[in-house]
T-cell receptor, first 116, second 111 residues
Framework: SAVISQKPSRDICQRGTSLTIQCQVD?????MFWYRQQPGQSLTLIAT?????????ESGFVIDKFPISRPNLTFSTLTVSNMSPEDSSIYLC?????????????FGPGTRLTVL | GENVEQHPSTLSVQEGDSAVIKCTYS??????FPWYKQELGKRPQLIID?????GEKKDQRIAVTLNKTAKHFSLHITETQPEDSAVYFC??????????FGAGTQVVVTP
């Protein structure tokens, strides 16, 4: 499977600031997704990162709060804007490597965000 | 949209016994059902999956069954070992690739 890295691995931020999380894959992938996992909870899909076009957001998530970029087939960023303590969570990217084995998703190591 | 329910939320088993986790889904269009294992502080790892054209799939000590009519699927772990202790998540997806996760099951295997 693809090797997926995320930067930063963790960060502590002040409320009102923004943080950009990077997701890098070592090979071209068809689909990239961003998830949030709040402490002790399940994973919730934030959005699908579309290459060369605007991301597709799930209900409850908006572009102004979570702008996403995907400039190519190996890289995506998620920004958490105007942060509040409620944004403290683990943010994970996932990738689907091939439409031939569709839907198999592999996760990055996650970014642990704490907002004070 | 899809809704996935997962039971139980916690499961304690003696080493060597079997563990079963059950999930139900709501969207009849869902056709892919993966299971992830997440150890503390680690990323979710895909351990097994099943597609809607298959009723059962096995990989060594783990197996998954799917009942499309009843819209439920289950994970079976046999001969449990301490390293099986983790949180397990079921998920459901349609062809668009978006995974809807269950709430998770904390499995504790005691020696």
């Amino acid at each position: 499977s693809a090797v997926i890295s995320q930067k930063p691995s963790r960060d502590i931020c002040q409320r009102g600031t923004s943080l950009t999380i990077q997701c890098q894959v070592d090979s071209q992938v068809t689909m990239m997704f961003w998830y949030r996992q709040q402490p002790g909870q399940s994973l919730t899909l934030i959005a699908t990162a579309n290459q060369g076009s605007e991301a597709t957001y799930e209900s409850g998530f908006v572009i102004d709060k979570f702008p996403i970029s995907r400039p190519n087939l190996t890289f995506s960023t998620l920004t958490v804007s105007n942060m509040s303590p409620e944004d403290s969570s683990i943010y994970l990217c996932s990738v689907e490597t091939s439409r031939s084995s569709y839907n198999e998703q592999f996760f990055g190591p996650g970014t642990r965000l704490t907002v004070l | 949209g899809e809704n996935v329910e997962q039971h139980p939320s916690t499961l304690s088993v003696q080493e060597g016994d079997s563990a079963v986790i059950k999930c139900t889904y709501s969207d009849s269009a869902s056709n892919y059902f993966p299971w992830y294992k997440q150890e503390l502080g680690k990323r979710p790892q895909l351990i097994i999956d099943i597609r809607s054209n298959v009723g059962e799939k096995k990989d060594q000590r783990i197996a998954v069954t799917l009942n499309k009519t009843a819209k439920h699927f289950s994970l079976h772990i046999t001969e449990t070992q301490p390293e099986d202790s983790a949180v397990y998540f079921c998920a459901a997806s349609n062809s668009w690739g978006k995974l809807q996760f269950g709430a998770g099951t904390q499995v504790v295997v005691t020696p």
